[in-house]
Every structure is written in structure tokens, then in C-alpha cells.
């Protein structure tokens, strides 16, 4: 993938639907056994750092993909397979999870 097309589409695809993050906390419960929701993920392209819930997240692909909401690049995808998820971090340079009673 290109660096243009991990950019927000311009035009019609603007007025699509969007949801936060917490939007993939079902999807990422199943591969992690804590709530990823609250992790903070450093963003590749502008450094942006918040928890994983306030991802700007495209629903209605065949997948879920989650865009800094600082800069919109594509920070993670998750895509369901029926006996596997697919688990995309390249526009994160980390996912800091933190641990149970912390």
C-alpha cells in the first residue's frame, strides 16, 4: 500500500458512516485477553499518541481500519476470517497495553 492510498479519500467516500474506537473491542478481545481500547498507540506518521478508542474507524470495508484522528493515516486494521483475524499495526510504531491492576 501506497502512502496515497492510506490517506482519508477525498469526496463521496468522506460521507460514509464512521465509528471510534471502541468500535473493534469485541474483535481485539478475542486476540487479547485485556481491553485494547485503552492501550495508547504511537501513530507512524505524525507521533499523535491517545488510546486506541479515539481511532477514527472505517466500518464498511471488508475489514475494520483505524485512522490516526490527528493526521488520518492508517494507524491498524482488523479483518475477520472465519478462523482467524487478521491483525495490521504497520502505521503504529507501538501499542502500549497496560497491564490488569495497573
Avoid: K
Avoid at 491517545?50 to 490516526?68: F, I, K
Avoid at 499495526?89 to 495497573?102: A, C, I, N
Amino acid at each position: 500500500m501506497t502512502a496515497q492510498t492510506d490517506r482519508v479519500p477525498d469526496g463521496p467516500a468522506l460521507d460514509r458512516p464512521v465509528l471510534d474506537g471502541n468500535a473493534m473491542a469485541g474483535d481485539l478481545r478475542e486476540i487479547f485477553a485485556v481491553d485494547v481500547t485503552v492501550a495508547r498507540y504511537m501513530c507512524a506518521g505524525c507521533t499523535h499518541t491517545d488510546a486506541v478508542a479515539t481511532l477514527v474507524v472505517w466500518h464498511q470495508s471488508p475489514g475494520l481500519v483505524a485512522r490516526c484522528p490527528n493526521c488520518s493515516d492508517v494507524v491498524l486494521r482488523v479483518v475477520r476470517a472465519p478462523d482467524r483475524v487478521y491483525l495490521d499495526l504497520r502505521g503504529s510504531v507501538r501499542l502500549e497495553v497496560p497491564l490488569e491492576g495497573s
